[in-house]
Structures are given as C-alpha cells and as structure tokens.
C-alpha cells in the first residue's frame, strides 16, 4: 500500500533484517531503531511490572458508538469498554525518524519516507526527499476535536486473544501522532540516549514539542518519531483507547498491543514488537442482551504481565 518509492540501494538492507538478525547484519552503517511494546495498561515509563500497571479501567457507556464517552452507571448503559494506556518505546542503536509528503492539498494522506542515522558522521536526512527510505506507511489529518493533526496510521493495534489463540475484539484506534513523551525506564542502559548537543539533541528537542502540525490540514509535510531512550504513550481517556467488551463472554484473555505489525518501518529487533496482559473477565449478574442495558460491570482483573510477549494467558 502506497509503495511508490522505491530505494534500491536499500533493498539487501530491507532484507536482511529480521527478528533475529544481528546487529551486524544490518547493511551499511546505519544506527537503526529498536521499537519495544510496552503492556498494555502501563503508563508510560514504567517497567511493565504488574503491580505498575494501574493506567486502566473498566468504563460502562450510553453511547456504543461515540470515540470516548463519560463512564456511567451500569444500569443506563449499553456497552462496556476496557481503556487502557498503550506505549511504544525507541530502545535502539538510533532514533525513529519519519518524514510524510504529499504533492498537494487535493490529496487526502501523504507518503512515508524513514530517515535513517549514520554511524559514520552521525547525521539524520532532514526532510521527506532526502529519507533513505520508502515504507508502507502514510498519514493522515484527524479533524476531531481532540486531535486535529496529522496521523500515523497502522503504528500500532491491540486486540483480545482467547486462550486457544482466537481474536475475540479488535481496535478502532490506529492514528498516532509520534513524539517523545517520557523516558524510557531502563534508558541508562542505552548507549546512544541523545546528549547535550549534536544530531539526536537537535531532533530530540523538536520530537519532545511535536504535535504533527497540530492545526494545519493543509500542510504538506509533517515530522513522526521516537528519540533512543524515548518512548511516545496514549493515556487511557484518549478516543479509541479502548477495546468493547460488551459480548466477551467470561473467562481468561490476553490483551495484547503491538507496534508495526507489518515490519513496514526498519528496525534491529522484531521480536519484542508485541506485549500482553492476562485477564481474568467475569459477568457477576450475567452479561446483557443485546440491545438492553448493562446488569452490573464485568469484574476484570490483571493476572500477569509479559512484556515483550504476545501471549500470556
């Protein structure tokens, strides 16, 4: 989708990297990102202990269909949603730089391009046609009130697995607006977090301010990324941040976010792209009929943590 630039001098590094690969593998010197799920229901900066994931609730709503809603009493409502904070942190050799274009404002997205680092003279591409990298990525303006700016789509989905394995709920969110929101909480570690001064700095600061032309549908181009040692989260009162459990029946399930799904964007390291919660779900006065009111809230609860993991009930 949208794969009209294609870089050929970048084909055998596309390729050799997968979820195994070393770092050496990686082609020419570039320092490339490592994007890290963090569970679902963390807050952003946490390490993903159970104990720490407290960024969620339970939200009975009147409205099915509305992208947030005020949580009401069960008694008046006619779906329950699960909301919770997701998080996705840069915890790799160089910072996850993304530039999207398009020709005119009669277009309604833009193309992505990836600007990759340097190990070399440690400079970042500074614009959308000097990214050495086509993807399968584009953006779009959100015009809804609580976003008005330019999204990323597919950056991240989460979904409720049963245990056999089944999707039993899938997301309605899939736009994000990349920035540097908080450090990651193992960022020491790090060797290349962004200092003082130099390439990383520059682009750190203008990522922490980055509201994706917040405002401005008419432009034609717009900055995404995520500094090393960084991450970018979504609170769990954000429209969309939600999955509806309205019909999930009781039992066990993994609740699982995971970032860039389809590998469009270039990274070191693919296996710690999914992350997941086991919860328990339970109905205490049985679940609703369709079309009827709510008898009384689930009771959900956390189980275990497993960060970095796709499954973990």
């Known amino acids: 989708?949208?794969?009209?630039?294609?870089?050929?001098?970048?084909?055998?590094?596309?390729?050799?990297?997968?979820?195994?690969?070393?770092?050496?593998?990686?082609?020419?010197?570039?320092?490339?990102?490592?994007?890290?799920?963090?569970?679902?229901?963390?807050?952003?900066?946490?390490?993903?202990?159970?104990?720490?994931?407290?960024?969620?609730?339970?939200c009975p709503v009147i409205d099915p269909a509305a992208p947030n809603g005020r949580c009401v009493a069960p008694s008046v409502a006619k779906a329950v949603r699960l909301r919770f904070t997701s998080a996705e942190e840069n915890v790799g050799d160089g910072p996850l730089v993304l530039y999207g274009r398009r020709e005119s404002t009669q277009q309604a997205t833009m193309t992505v391009r990836q600007a990759l680092r340097t190990g070399t003279d440690g400079s970042i591409p500074g614009g959308y046609r000097a990214a050495q990298r086509a993807t399968g990525a584009f953006t779009y303006y959100e015009p809804a009130l609580a976003h008005q700016h330019w999204h990323l789509m597919n950056f991240?989905?989460?979904?409720?697995?049963?245990?056999?394995?089944?999707?039993?709920?899938?997301?309605?969110?899939?736009?994000?607006?990349?920035?540097?929101?908080?450090?990651?909480?193992?960022?020491?570690?790090?060797?290349?977090v962004p200092g003082d001064t130099g390439p990383d700095?520059?682009?750190?600061?203008?990522?922490?301010?980055?509201?994706?032309?917040?405002?401005?549908?008419?432009?034609?181009?717009?900055?995404?990324?995520?500094?090393?040692?960084?991450?970018?989260?979504?609170?769990?009162?954000?429209?969309?941040?939600?999955?509806?459990?309205?019909?999930?029946?009781?039992?066990?399930?993994?609740?699982?976010?995971?970032?860039?799904?389809?590998?469009?964007?270039?990274?070191?390291?693919?296996?710690?792209?999914?992350?997941?919660?086991?919860?328990?779900?339970?109905?205490p006065q049985g679940m609703?009929?369709?079309?009827g009111t709510v008898p009384a809230a689930p009771i959900v609860r956390l189980l275990r943590s497993c960060p970095g993991q796709p499954r973990c009930a």
């Not at 979820?19 to 082609?27: L, Q, W």
């Not at 989905?157 to 193992?186: I, P, Y």
Request: proline residues 5%; aromatic residues 8%.
């Open 156 to 192: 991240e989905h989460f979904a409720l697995v049963s245990r056999q394995g089944k999707t039993v709920v899938t997301d309605r969110k899939n736009g994000f607006c990349l920035g540097d929101r908080f450090e990651v909480h193992d960022a020491g570690r790090l060797a290349h």
């Open 1 to 58: 989708m949208l794969k009209k630039f294609a870089v050929l001098a970048l084909v055998a590094l596309t390729a050799t990297v997968s979820a195994s690969a070393p770092r050496a593998d990686t082609g020419p010197d570039f320092l490339l990102p490592d994007l890290r799920q963090a569970p679902p229901g963390c807050a952003g900066g946490s390490s993903g202990e159970l104990p720490l994931c407290t960024a969620w609730d339970v």
């Open 288 to 291: 609703p009929e369709p079309g």
């Open 201 to 283: 700095a520059d682009l750190a600061a203008t990522l922490r301010e980055n509201m994706c032309r917040h405002h401005e549908p008419t432009a034609l181009e717009v900055l995404e990324g995520i500094s090393v040692g960084s991450g970018d989260d979504y609170k769990f009162t954000v429209d969309f941040q939600w999955l509806d459990i309205t019909r999930v029946p009781t039992g066990t399930y993994d609740l699982v976010n995971t970032v860039n799904a389809d590998r469009t964007l270039l990274e070191t390291n693919y296996r710690n792209n999914s992350s997941a919660v086991a919860m328990s779900i339970s109905w």
